[in-house]
């Protein structure tokens, strides 16, 4: 159970506040602050799948929907009882057809969201009845004239009968025989009636009706008879816009009847899926990770940050219960953090299952059926209740609910009496819901819930660092630390009397110093420990970025190599192209030479000379383009490189037959090579 009184003590109202602020609409930010805890694993995976869907949609995909919807449910439960909707509540309706319609258009453009694809499935989207409803109003007070055809013609009429009456009126305005009469030269309405403006003295000198006078008495607002008809007439076709405007509200009120359920679900699936972009866009302001939910009791929090305090000056908080581990001591200095860390564990787990985001590196959070906490000063005045009965009041309350699903937070249990009878009754409540199987954590001063934690199985201990060297309390949680309070070092610190603090410290019995000693060393002797885990852990940082440097120049090294064998293939290849070349241009000038019908003496030198210069090429290339490969003594099996000395070529041994013939294949190409002719190279 997720009782209002534990969560108003650990401000998750303030959380949601938080909130409903990223929500666009009035539903939205409600629901947003109705948001509870649930106890069953999968609907709170659902609820952080949905989170993430919404995460994915605003910050991968850039998609910001619109939930900008008025509030509809009353509107259309009006209509369903066949009352006729007003202009107002009919452009409500009209505004949640277009949202739900944007929305269905925006997130097909979203692949990989399968929750928000299933709910755009259920919104309402009435594209001809949201068009028909922003054509035929203009706002909430005026409907527009191309409403029915009906409306049109009518306002035509009224325009032209309007003109009609003003021309005859404007008659007697300007008429010198009428000037006199008038208060002043203008035409006005009384009672939807054109009239004119009359001194009172000459209330006979013009025959018509009289609607008005002035609160002076010096004016009467006169209708001439030769007008009365006509503005009747005018009446008439004002009563009819009047009947005709009501037909069109009621078509409208008949058509949001008909659409009653969907419209009711679509704005439902609206407001859902506001608050649900609203815990997507929390945490992207939190920069909060996704929690990972177990049943297996494991809690465990990397740098979470408490998300009321400002993150300028919040310091990071780091806490871990294996599953086995029923109970997490959280010892240390008074205003070293203590209760923050109490609040901050139950805060993330209200929030991990009510499917928000934590602010936090990393976080594992058990899946429980309810939060219960005592924390802060309890006192009642009304009730007449010391703070240590406020808080044992409230401590029955948890232990007759609790089960062994349930988490359970002490702040400071057992203080407010004797200490000693406190201490007592601390290690006997946290000994019973030890047995009842429930995960709690306590904050306390009393050494005998310190030896308590060191001696029983299932209890881990935890303690706020405290800087020996300034005498502050660093705020940072040091697992498997069991801390002194260090209160006379803080009161010496913040000012108090150097006699009373050594006063004090002269009075405390040789067993509590003993105990605070064994602590202290202890505390050192992790202090040390941890300096050489850090140690150990830089260098071995340090031996990985030269292993990772190495490994990159070999790389490089490796790519330079190949880069610069591709080089010599390649100019070995222009190299013997060229050459080829050559040889085909001395062969044509043999072959002409040789076709001569007559061979003269300077021929056989041009001939003779040719030929030395194809034998001096193939010199060359035998002497500068062939290297013998380097042989290797080993046994020589088939799949080993051979160097075949009549080609001048390395290849792969295919077999040997009982005579020594090899076969060797060069690429696709396989040859028979005889016994000596080849050996085998590394």
């Given at each position: 159970?997720?009782?209002?009184?534990?969560?108003?003590?650990?401000?998750?109202?303030?959380?949601?506040?938080?909130?409903?602020?990223?929500?666009?609409?009035?539903?939205?930010?409600?629901?947003?602050?109705?948001?509870?805890?649930?106890?069953?694993?999968?609907?709170?995976?659902?609820?952080?799948?949905?989170?993430?869907?919404?995460?994915?949609?605003?910050?991968?995909?850039?998609?910001?929907?619109?939930?900008?919807?008025?509030?509809?449910?009353?509107?259309?439960?009006?209509?369903?009882?066949?009352?006729?909707?007003?202009?107002?509540?009919?452009?409500?309706?009209?505004?949640?057809?277009?949202?739900?319609?944007?929305?269905?258009?925006?997130?097909?453009?979203?692949?990989?969201?399968?929750?928000?694809?299933?709910?755009?499935?259920?919104?309402?989207?009435?594209?001809?009845?949201?068009?028909?409803?922003?054509?035929?109003?203009?706002?909430?007070?005026?409907?527009?004239?191309?409403?029915?055809?009906?409306?049109?013609?009518?306002?035509?009429?009224?325009?032209?009968?309007?003109?009609?009456?003003?021309?005859?009126?404007?008659?007697?305005?300007?008429?010198?025989?009428?000037?006199?009469?008038?208060?002043?030269?203008?035409?006005?309405?009384?009672?939807?009636?054109?009239?004119?403006?009359?001194?009172?003295?000459?209330?006979?000198?013009?025959?018509?009706?009289?609607?008005?006078?002035?609160?002076?008495?010096?004016?009467?607002?006169?209708?001439?008879?030769?007008?009365?008809?006509?503005?009747?007439?005018?009446?008439?076709?004002?009563?009819?816009?009047?009947?005709?405007?009501?037909?069109?509200?009621?078509?409208?009120?008949?058509?949001?009847?008909?659409?009653?359920?969907?419209?009711?679900?679509?704005?439902?699936?609206?407001?859902?899926?506001?608050?649900?972009?609203?815990?997507?866009?929390?945490?992207?302001?939190?920069?909060?990770?996704?929690?990972?939910?177990?049943?297996?009791?494991?809690?465990?929090?990397?740098?979470?940050?408490?998300?009321?305090?400002?993150?300028?000056?919040?310091?990071?908080?780091?806490?871990?219960?294996?599953?086995?581990?029923?109970?997490?001591?959280?010892?240390?200095?008074?205003?070293?953090?203590?209760?923050?860390?109490?609040?901050?564990?139950?805060?993330?787990?209200?929030?991990?299952?009510?499917?928000?985001?934590?602010?936090?590196?990393?976080?594992?959070?058990?899946?429980?059926?309810?939060?219960?906490?005592?924390?802060?000063?309890?006192?009642?005045?009304?009730?007449?209740?010391?703070?240590?009965?406020?808080?044992?009041?409230?401590?029955?309350?948890?232990?007759?609910?609790?089960?062994?699903?349930?988490?359970?937070?002490?702040?400071?249990?057992?203080?407010?009496?004797?200490?000693?009878?406190?201490?007592?009754?601390?290690?006997?409540?946290?000994?019973?819901?030890?047995?009842?199987?429930?995960?709690?954590?306590?904050?306390?001063?009393?050494?005998?819930?310190?030896?308590?934690?060191?001696?029983?199985?299932?209890?881990?201990?935890?303690?706020?660092?405290?800087?020996?060297?300034?005498?502050?309390?660093?705020?940072?949680?040091?697992?498997?630390?069991?801390?002194?309070?260090?209160?006379?070092?803080?009161?010496?610190?913040?000012?108090l009397d150097r006699g009373?603090?050594?006063?004090?410290?002269?009075?405390?019995?040789?067993?509590?110093?003993?105990?605070?000693?064994?602590?202290?060393?202890?505390?050192?002797?992790?202090?040390?420990?941890?300096?050489?885990?850090?140690?150990?852990?830089?260098?071995?940082?340090?031996?990985?970025?030269?292993?990772?440097?190495?490994?990159?120049?070999?790389?490089?090294?490796?790519?330079k190599r190949e880069k610069?064998?591709?080089?010599?293939?390649?100019?070995?290849?222009r190299l013997i192209e060229?050459?080829?070349?050559?040889?085909?241009?001395?062969?044509?000038?043999?072959?002409?030479?040789?076709?001569?019908?007559?061979?003269?003496?300077?021929?056989?030198?041009?001939?003779?000379?040719?030929?030395?210069?194809?034998?001096?090429?193939?010199?060359?290339?035998?002497?500068?383009?062939?290297?013998?490969?380097?042989?290797?003594?080993?046994?020589?099996?088939?799949?080993?490189?051979?160097?075949?000395?009549?080609?001048?070529?390395?290849?792969?041994?295919?077999?040997?037959?009982?005579?020594?013939?090899?076969?060797?294949?060069?690429?696709?190409?396989?040859?028979?090579?005889?016994?000596?002719?080849?050996?085998?190279?590394?």
């Amino acid at each position: 159970m997720f009782d209002d009184k534990s969560l108003n003590t650990l401000e998750y109202g303030k959380i949601l506040e938080m909130l409903a602020a990223h929500a666009q609409s009035e539903g939205g930010k409600a629901a947003c602050r109705g948001l509870r805890p649930v106890s069953v694993k999968e609907e709170a995976v659902l609820a952080l799948d949905m989170t993430a869907e919404a995460d994915r949609t605003l910050f991968e995909f850039s998609v910001s929907p619109s939930f900008a919807v008025d509030d509809i449910e009353e509107t259309v439960t009006k209509s369903e009882k066949g009352a006729v909707l007003s202009i107002p509540e009919i452009l409500r309706v009209g505004r949640a057809l277009r949202v739900a319609r944007r929305l269905v258009k925006s997130l097909s453009a979203v692949t990989g969201v399968p929750g928000l694809a299933a709910m755009s499935g259920g919104l309402f989207a009435e594209e001809k009845l949201e068009k028909d409803i922003f054509d035929s109003f203009i706002s909430d007070t005026e409907v527009a004239d191309n409403a029915t055809p009906e409306l049109r013609a009518i306002r035509i009429r009224i325009r032209r009968l309007g003109d009609n009456v003003k021309t005859k009126l404007q008659l007697f305005v300007t008429s010198p025989t009428y000037h006199k009469y008038l208060q002043d030269s203008i035409v006005t309405v009384r009672g939807d009636r054109y009239v004119i403006p009359v001194k009172s003295e000459f209330k006979g000198a013009i025959s018509g009706l009289v609607h008005d006078q002035s609160a002076s008495g010096a004016t009467l607002y006169v209708e001439p008879m030769q007008i009365v008809e006509l503005n009747n007439e005018l009446k008439t076709e004002k009563l009819n816009e009047q009947a005709e405007i009501e037909r069109i509200l009621r078509n409208f009120s008949l058509s949001v009847s008909a659409h009653a359920d969907r419209l009711k679900a679509s704005y439902a699936t609206i407001v859902e899926m506001d608050a649900i972009f609203a815990r997507a866009q929390l945490a992207h302001e939190m920069k909060g990770v996704r929690p990972e939910l177990n049943a297996d009791g494991v809690l465990a929090v990397k740098e979470g940050r408490h998300p009321l305090i400002d993150p300028k000056k919040v310091v990071p908080l780091t806490l871990a219960m294996r599953a086995e581990e029923r109970m997490l001591l959280i010892t240390g200095p008074n205003t070293g953090g203590k209760t923050v860390t109490l609040k901050m564990t139950g805060l993330f787990v209200c929030m991990a299952l009510s499917g928000l985001y934590l602010p936090a590196k990393s976080a594992k959070i058990p899946v429980v059926d309810g939060v219960y906490s005592d924390i802060g000063d309890e006192q009642s005045i009304e009730q007449s209740l010391s703070t240590f009965s406020a808080h044992i009041r409230n401590i029955i309350g948890i232990l007759g609910k609790m089960t062994e699903e349930s988490l359970v937070l002490f702040d400071e249990l057992g203080a407010g009496t004797d200490p000693g009878e406190g201490a007592a009754l601390a290690v006997s409540i946290s000994d019973y819901v030890m047995s009842a199987g429930a995960k709690f954590l306590v904050t306390s001063h009393f050494n005998d819930l310190k030896e308590y934690a060191l001696t029983t199985p299932g209890v881990v201990a935890a303690s706020m660092e405290f800087d020996t060297a300034t005498f502050r309390p660093t705020f940072k949680l040091v697992m498997g630390a069991i801390g002194t309070s260090n209160a006379l070092d803080i009161a010496s610190t913040l000012g108090l009397d150097r006699g009373i603090v050594e006063n004090a410290r002269a009075r405390i019995s040789a067993e509590k110093k003993q105990f605070d000693n064994v602590l202290s060393a202890a505390e050192q002797t992790r202090r040390r420990a941890e300096q050489l885990v850090s140690d150990a852990s830089l260098d071995r940082e340090r031996a990985a970025s030269a292993l990772r440097e190495a490994e990159n120049e070999k790389r490089l090294i490796a790519e330079k190599r190949e880069k610069l064998d591709e080089n010599i293939r390649r100019e070995t290849k222009r190299l013997i192209e060229d050459s080829v070349e050559e040889a085909d241009e001395i062969l044509e000038k043999l072959k002409e030479l040789a076709n001569k019908e007559t061979v003269e003496d300077k021929d056989v030198f041009e001939a003779r000379a040719l030929r030395s210069k194809l034998r001096n090429m193939s010199a060359k290339y035998d002497t500068e383009s062939v290297v013998e490969d380097e042989p290797d003594p080993t046994p020589l099996r088939p799949g080993n490189n051979v160097w075949v000395k009549s080609l001048a070529r390395r290849g792969i041994l295919k077999g040997v037959n009982s005579r020594g013939e090899a076969e060797v294949s060069f690429g696709k190409l396989t040859v028979k090579v005889k016994s000596g002719d080849y050996y085998k190279v590394k």
